[in-house]
């Protein structure tokens, strides 16, 4: 569509934006609150930075969280990557309706559900509750967000790059390495970096899942939520905003980057037939 | 390497890369669901894990059989005559609904002026779409608090405005509630909605304002229905989450909020009745397969139309 934006298109996306940007905003301008009011202005103050770097238990916290998205991300990208390629290019097998559905399920799939279906496994079969239950968790609900992701990719990229290279005598798992992983790297980055965000935010599946020595951040954020807000978790809020928003941007000018000189190089080798 | 030996590993090669996320699925995802059905049967007992055991690999065949005489519904009468659950079922879907058409109704807007927009500015309003939803969920929802509060800043900005003379009790009531959910899932809805409208052929709508059509009118015959698949995969993404919800009516909600989820994690969490949030939860799964085996459908059928 092109024409251009009338008034009420133009006013509807900037009062969409201000609704969905202010509470954010808000939030981070009063973590630089004096006053322990976090609802009162009082002055600027960076005294709330400083408690939460001493805050022990909530760095300890955010250490497990690190790790635990750090891991489950890895995982879940690389199984997610395997589920898109079967999805896209195995075409019909036995069992493959099945396997959409699980791919597609957890996506909507309510989080208490996950969560407390987990929960039963890992008791029914015994396993100790703790980092590696919520790593688990993380990679399965995530890795279905991976697959979707670079599915997308996939589905836009010509098979006959590939088979090219398998016509030419390149084994398949050779052709997959050299030819296709380099195209679709950019939804495989996004990819992780979806699974790793997905997992530094989730409170529901970790608080199931999790066991003694395992509290993650958002717990961590959500009891003290309960009682009451502070400008420590503003503070806390804050930096976790910023990692994400710097770590979302640099990526997509990194990945943007890489497809614009990805472009050229196929033009110029065109231009050198 | 022989050509008959390279087609038999390449075969077999096909079948690992099914196999691994095939049986991590298997394992993680649906074998849970089926421990949930099976202890939803089971009854509440003092112990680590607290549930009686129902049916063991041990018995065997008969075992089985005797078991399945002493399958106990008791749980699911208990939910069947607890006004609490029926009403919690009820005023999830109630609550998921309207929330759902609320966010339909202001997403449509932000997405039709994001796609009318000049191509060049497009990528950077998807990008500040997208922004938000990587932003923690919990950390959105505990924005809204100091807003909502008795003493927060939406009152103190109506009242200093001389809008209202007493601060509104907005914060613990359905409203938080409804403005949480609009709030956090409203990403959901535009990115499909968007995706759909900025695919839509201008020249339909062209040709038939030329032939005297009035633009409303223009809007709901051709915009509007072409827009359907759009529409479509942005209420499931919303309405389907919605209904279990747990962060946004524990935090935003008050004692009058009742939701699902809210009401499985506190009979899990406070109660710790096992046996009973596993029918809890797989009653709400029974009423979510329907929308989720269509969107599933519909995920399925977009898909195989991109390829």
């Not at chain 2, 309003?125 to 003493?151: D, H, Q």
């Amino acid at each position: 569509m092109t024409e251009r934006p009338s008034l009420f298109n133009i006013v509807s996306v900037v009062f969409g934006f201000a609704f969905l940007y202010l509470p954010i905003l808000l939030l981070i301008i009063y973590s630089f609150n004096e006053s322990r009011l976090v609802t009162v202005w009082a002055g600027f103050s960076t005294k709330w930075y400083v408690q939460m770097i001493n805050n022990e238990g909530l760095m300890n916290a955010a250490w497990v969280t690190a790790r635990v998205a750090f891991v489950s991300a890895t995982i879940a990208t690389v199984l997610g990557t395997l589920a898109a390629i079967v999805l896209i290019r195995f075409g019909r097998f036995r069992g493959r309706t099945l396997f959409s559905g699980m791919i597609y399920a957890p996506l909507v799939m309510p989080e208490v559900i996950t969560g407390l279906s987990l929960l039963l496994l890992f008791v029914a079969i015994n396993l100790d509750r703790g980092f590696w239950t919520v790593v688990i968790a993380h990679i399965t609900f995530s890795m279905c967000f991976a697959a979707v992701v670079v599915q997308s990719r996939l589905v836009s990229f010509d098979t006959s790059l590939e088979e090219a290279a398998m016509d030419l005598g390149c084994p398949p798992a050779r052709a997959f390495f050299s030819v296709t992983l380099p195209v679709i790297m950019p939804a495989v980055i996004s990819a992780w970096m979806l699974s790793f965000t997905l997992s530094l935010d989730d409170l529901v599946i970790a608080s199931f899942t999790t066991g003694p020595g395992a509290t993650t951040l958002p717990m961590k954020i959500y009891s003290q939520v309960r009682l009451g807000v502070t400008p420590e978790i503003n503070a806390v809020c804050s930096v976790l905003i910023a990692v994400v928003t710097v770590g979302v941007l640099a990526a997509s000018i990194v990945t943007k980057r890489r497809e614009v000189e990805r472009q050229r190089a196929e033009r110029a080798a065109i231009a050198g037939n | 390497m022989m050509p008959d030996e390279h087609a038999k590993r390449t075969a077999w090669g096909r079948r690992l890369v099914v196999a691994i996320p095939y049986i991590w699925l298997l394992v993680f995802f649906l074998a849970p669901f089926a421990i949930v059905f099976k202890i939803s049967f089971s009854e509440v007992q003092i112990a680590m894990p607290p549930y009686a055991p129902v049916f063991g690999w041990e018995e065997g065949f008969a075992g089985w059989l005797d078991k399945f005489s002493e399958l106990s519904f008791d749980n699911y009468l208990w939910l069947g005559q607890d006004a609490l659950y029926i009403n919690s079922y009820l005023s999830s879907l109630r609550i998921a609904a309207v929330s759902t058409f609320l966010v339909l109704l202001i997403g449509y807007p932000i997405a039709y002026g994001m796609a009318r927009a000049p191509t060049q500015w497009r990528p950077a309003l998807v990008m500040l779409v997208i922004l938000p939803f990587w932003t923690s969920f919990l950390i959105r929802v505990y924005a809204w608090i100091g807003i909502l509060k008795k003493e927060g800043l939406l009152n103190q900005a109506l009242v200093g405005i001389g809008l209202i003379d007493e601060p509104l009790t907005i914060l613990n009531t359905n409203i938080a509630v409804y403005i949480g959910i609009v709030y956090s899932y409203l990403p959901f809805m535009v990115l499909p909605l968007y995706a759909n409208l900025e695919k839509l052929d201008r020249a339909l709508i062209e040709a038939a304002l030329d032939l005297g059509c009035h633009p409303i009118k223009a809007f709901w015959t051709i915009t509007f229905p072409l827009s359907l698949p759009g529409v479509l995969a942005g209420s499931f993404l919303v309405f389907i989450p919605a209904v279990g919800e747990f962060v946004i009516p524990d935090l935003l909600g008050g004692s009058e909020t009742l939701m699902i989820g809210k009401t499985l994690w506190s009979e899990f969490f406070s109660n710790r009745d096992w046996p009973v949030s596993s029918a809890v939860a797989v009653l709400l799964l029974l009423i979510l397969v329907i929308p989720i085996v269509l969107f599933q459908h519909f995920q399925q059928k977009q898909a195989e139309k991109g390829q």
